[in-house]
């Protein structure tokens, strides 16, 4: 009899506690994280899944001439946010490449090239960059092609430019693509 009072009251506790543990501590955890995850969502702009960069190349590939540097970014549908801005930098290297951003220009492919409205600024600070502000953004599920002059550099070799892009929105994220790579052969050369 006192035998089967202990057993009883033992299996009580254990009802107790599990029904305490699933029905109060798990739900008050997922109900706590979604909360963060949705005042997270409201606060920081960022991509739900990265943009792409899917081809870069230079008009032309001899050394000390002007070319056009094609950079071509794809949002993709499920992104769940416009891009507002790209920052391309150039890394270190034998010779800084000169930018002309007043002569560069930005397009949205869907079919076909349409040109928008874009603020191309340089930043000569420390590093060799050229910024684009697009008064535009570009919708999920399209792709920007980006059109920039440049001055190629006089010695041949690889150069490499990182890709960065932001999305619309307060307090954006930014997202690094990875690096373009050009190489520019010298005229009469074995590069």
């Known amino acids: 009899m006192i035998n089967n009072t202990i057993k009883y009251k033992y ?11 699933f029905c109060e501590i ?13 005042v997270l969502a409201q ?11 899917v081809r870069s190349n230079a008009t032309f590939k001899m050394p000390d001439v002007i070319s056009t540097y094609i950079f071509e970014i794809e949002i993709p549908e499920n992104a769940d946010n416009n891009l507002r801005k790209v920052v391309i930098n150039q890394q270190i290297n034998l010779e800084t490449i000169t930018f002309f951003p007043e002569d560069s220009k930005a397009f949205i492919i869907n079919g076909k090239e349409r040109e928008i409205e ?16 697009l008064l535009q953004p570009v919708k999920a599920g399209e792709k920007l092609k980006l059109a920039i002059k440049a001055r190629n550099p006089l010695y041949s070799g690889i150069y490499q430019f990182g890709v960065t892009v932001y999305p619309e929105g307060n307090n ?3 997202l690094y ?5 050009f190489s520019f052969d010298m005229r009469g050369g074995r590069f």
């Open 11 to 21: 299996y009580k506790f254990l009802l107790f506690l599990f029904t305490y543990f």
């Open 26 to 38: 798990i739900p008050l955890n997922y109900f706590q994280k979604s909360i963060f995850t949705t």
């Open 43 to 53: 606060e920081i702009s960022f991509f739900r899944y990265s943009p792409r960069l």
């Open 118 to 133: 874009a603020n191309f600024t340089l930043n000569t600070e420390g590093k060799n960059e050229i910024t684009v502000n």
């Open 172 to 174: 954006p994220r930014s």
């Open 177 to 181: 693509l990875g690096n373009a790579r």
